[in-house]
């Protein structure tokens, strides 16, 4: 075992129709509901290993047995601050500043939660052109939709192909996408009509993955779309599997990105029909946050677009989104102020701005739209660890690639080797907080979580785990640890995502 270093640490890294329609499949009832004790790990991930940004078939994952998640441990006391050491006189000169010196690189930009949709800066609509480029041949004029039943739906995006259904409500800046892909084709119709092959009543994301071809494969493979519409996790959450549905976002979102096509993600809204369900489904949404962010594709946030509706935007079910509807029927693509108080009316404005938004830096050569937005501060190393800012955070990051080597071992578990890269994050909260801490990984990596005290070493660790950590911190500074566990003299290194949330 190398000595322990003393120094300071922190690092890295949707089922529902609306209303249902004439026409709508019927949504398949979902099971029974049975709450999942919050500390229980989940089965471990069949998901296939993928490099960071392009998938690549590989080796079948390796079976672990589970690991138990540790019981929520009571607060653990912060230790009085240290006064600080006199100031001791010192006879040497003043170094001059050399005014010549760059300044560091920017950090990756932080998706702000609760903001409609991610962040566009200058860096990020070169990822999305990047992004692009892999995919020459593909139709401008087209996207793709993949998802549940909230997907399937007639209300989502079919009436933005008549012109006598669609209100901008004033949105003019909206009609050039808008007409953009009405003049595109898939067979014998076009984006908004298009019956998608990945997207099914009661999916969850594995279900786009499953098979060869996978249905996402055969979407992509006839509708050739430069943009992908992605929304999963209401069926999702039925398991409380939220590692796997990580994976599986990443899964796609990698699969979507190899052939060149972008793909926007959404939240889910509500589960106001169960209020456990309901519960999970900030964590499940800070995964996609997450998973959106570490690629550099859009996110839109339809539940907090839903949140201040009127029985948040939901139908009698309290599960499916709602349509707005007059004397003349359903009015999903009505985007004034009366339709806006209706669920799927709030998802098809949000989906034409973003494709709106892509459109503009990708097809039409626009510049972006915001000049700068939060990052990401710190280099994750011991002496300078990654910041948490604030909660939701996600961060990803690989330690094949990158990462300190100072920690061996931990005394909260002293017999695991964890002698590979770890990444830092700090942590500073000034009242009791509640946190879970997960850390999702595809395939044969295994990064585990270490929760440090205050002195930021290995000697402070007050708790560890494989994949999730759920306590209620005391006020003061801590210390997050993402180290990889070493195996038989091989480091199980990888790609890693790190989500922090407040539990309610």
Request: aromatic residues 6%.
């Amino acid at each position: 075992m190398r000595p322990t270093r003393y120094l300071l640490l922190p690092a890295l890294l949707l089922v529902a129709c609306g209303a249902p329609l004439p026409g709508d499949a019927p949504d398949a009832p979902l099971p029974d509901d049975t709450p999942v004790a919050p500390d229980v790990t989940p089965p471990p991930d069949v998901a296939p290993p993928l490099d960071a940004a392009v998938p690549l078939d590989g080796p079948p994952p390796l079976d672990r047995p589970d690991v138990p998640v540790a019981p929520d441990r009571p607060d653990v006391p912060v230790a009085p601050d240290v006064p600080p050491a006199a100031d001791v006189p010192s006879d040497r000169p003043d170094v001059p500043v050399v005014p010549d010196v760059p300044a560091p690189p920017p950090g990756p930009v932080l998706y702000p939660a609760a903001q409609r949709h991610s962040p566009l800066t200058p860096d990020l609509v070169a990822r999305l052109r990047a992004i692009s480029a892999r995919g020459p041949g593909l139709a401008a004029d087209v996207f793709a939709k993949v998802g549940d039943s909230i997907t399937v739906s007639e209300s989502f995006m079919t009436c933005f192909a008549s012109s006598s259904a669609v209100d901008l409500g004033g949105r003019e800046h909206l009609r050039p996408t808008l007409d953009l892909y009405r003049g595109g084709t898939i067979g014998s119709t076009d984006p908004y009509r298009r019956v998608s092959l990945a997207a099914t009543v009661g999916w969850s994301a594995w279900a786009a993955l499953a098979g060869s071809p996978s249905p996402l494969t055969r979407e992509l493979d006839a509708a050739r779309p430069r943009v992908a519409t992605v929304m999963f996790g209401t069926n999702d959450i039925q398991t409380r599997d939220i590692f796997r549905y990580g994976a599986n976002l990443l899964d796609l979102a990698d699969q979507a990105i190899a052939r060149g096509v972008i793909p926007i993600f959404s939240t889910v809204p509500p589960r106001d029909d169960n209020p456990d369900a309901d519960r999970w489904v900030p964590r499940y949404n800070a995964v996609a946050l997450g998973v959106a962010q570490s690629r550099g594709v859009p996110l839109v946030d339809l539940h907090g677009a839903l949140l201040p509706l009127p029985s948040h935007g939901l139908a009698g079910d309290h599960l499916h989104p709602n349509t707005y509807s007059t004397s003349a029927g359903f009015r999903a693509c009505a985007l004034t102020a009366a339709g806006l108080r209706f669920g799927y009316n709030n998802r098809n404005l949000l989906t034409l701005e973003a494709l709106h938004r892509v459109a503009e830096v990708t097809l039409r050569g626009r510049a972006a739209p915001d000049a700068d937005a939060p990052r990401l501060r710190g280099s994750g190393s011991h002496a300078d660890p990654f910041v948490i800012p604030s909660l939701p955070f996600a961060d990803a990051r690989n330690t094949a690639t990158g990462g300190a080597r100072v920690f061996d071992r931990y005394p909260c578990r002293a017999t695991a080797d964890e002698s590979g890269a770890e990444y830092l994050y700090r942590l500073t909260v000034t009242r009791p907080t509640a946190i879970r801490a997960m850390v999702i990984t595809r395939g044969s990596t295994d990064v585990d979580l270490h929760l440090l005290d205050r002195t930021a070493t290995a000697a402070g660790c007050v708790a560890r785990d494989d994949r999730v950590l759920v306590t209620t911190l005391a006020p003061g500074t801590w210390t997050f640890s993402l180290d990889t566990f070493v195996s038989a003299g091989t480091p199980r290194a990888g790609e890693y995502l790190l989500v922090v949330v407040q539990d309610p």
